[in-house]
Nanobody
């Protein structure tokens, strides 16, 4: 099973930016879909963004125009650039990939993002 390690979370003021990274333990060329979920306290985990091997992206409506997902297959890494952050973006952000053709199938341990007002 692929191991996923996130980094880049932290505390930022509203309007600020953060970039999350997620490094996979196996070649990203073998991974079709990579993406990010988030879970705020007391809420269900929700999909934030996905990107396919070919670069096709998909975003939640709440982050469209503010967040950008990208991947570097040579580095086995997926990124989430988050701009114009809002307090409601506060959550634990999880990296996910497909496994045996099912997405999500593998998860990272999560990284906390806190946006202060």
């Amino acid at each position: 099973q692929v191991q996923l390690v996130e980094s880049g979370g932290g505390l930022v003021q509203a309007g600020g930016s953060l970039r999350l990274s997620c490094a996979a333990s196996e070649s990203a060329f073998r991974i079709n879909v990579m993406g990010w979920y988030r879970q705020a306290p007391g809420k269900q985990r929700e999909l934030v963004a996905t990107i396919s091997t070919g670069g096709r992206t998909n975003y939640a409506f709440s982050v469209k125009g503010r967040f950008t997902i990208s991947r570097d297959n040579a580095k086995n890494t997926v990124y989430l650039q988050m701009n114009s952050l809002r307090p409601e973006d506060t959550a634990v952000y999880y990296c996910a990939t497909d496994r045996s053709g099912i997405f999500p199938g593998s998860w990272g341990q999560g990284t906390q993002v806190t946006v202060s007002s």
